[in-house]
């Protein structure tokens, strides 16, 4: 029986992230809910119970619930604590910092983000650590700290190198290309987000390859440089279709009409 609520659980939890994957995340709440309940009486698969807890966490972001979003992400860390799983309460600090990030709450985000960091880093889960970074990045940069986001990414970047990421590393690379964009350093977010490209194409990570393209674009566009943006969007573009990550292609359409935009205002 128990071995058949699993399964169960495995099934709606795969459900809730089809549903993410697809931009869609609040359609999947009711199953991600049901798949935290199962492994939550459970209490012995805490990687998806952490997995489950962040599509339901998603869900609610996704539906514009970030209150929500942040009290079940507080009430599912405050649960690994309590059971004294270390690893598991570090990845839920990571979901509640996301949430509270979602939510407008930067200050509180950076401070629980860095408390997994921490656990992270004392745990030796150097790959984690990393991501971890790279998130907290982008928050800094949306708490307008330019410097200490650059700085971080930069260190996020050397994590997952140190400890083989490639994916984390990739991931890092289009994070410092779009903070150097927003810091008017076209040349160098063109740079690295070609260099990320240029790794993602030599591994064939496509999911990281078509969105190293969409900040290639976004640097063409503010240099002025409108055939390459297009190129280079309408790959990504193309890319996100055929693996049907809806995600991408409408990131890709936006950008898309912008470039079409500040193309036709030139002309």
Known sequence: ???ARRWKAFELHSIADWHRRRAAARDGLAFAEDALKIFQELGDSRSWEVASLNACVAAHVDAGASLKAVEV??????????????????????VLSAALSAGMDFTEAIQVGQEAVSLYKK????????????????????????GSAMEMCQTAVTTSAESGDVVGQ???MIVCSELHLHASEFDESLRVASEARELSQAKQFQHEE?????????????????????????????MGR??????????????????????????
């Open 1 to 3: 029986e128990i071995g």
């Open 73 to 94: 992400a507080r009430s599912g860390a405050e649960g690994f604590r309590l059971v004294g799983d270390e690893f598991a309460y570090a990845q839920s600090l990571d």
């Open 123 to 146: 745990l030796g889960q150097k790959r984690h650590e990393a991501r971890c970074l790279n998130r907290l990045a982008q928050v800094l940069h949306l708490s307008r700290e330019p």
């Open 170 to 172: 990739m991931r890092g």
């Open 210 to 238: 078509a969105y190293s393209l969409l900040r290639e674009c976004s640097a063409y566009l503010m240099k002025g440089e409108y055939k390459q943006a297009l190129a280079a969007v309408e790959t990504a573009k193309t």
């Open 242 to 267: 055929e693996a049907q990550n809806w995600a991408l292609e409408a990131d890709a359409n936006q950008l898309l009409s912008e470039a079409h935009l500040r193309r036709d205002d030139l002309g």
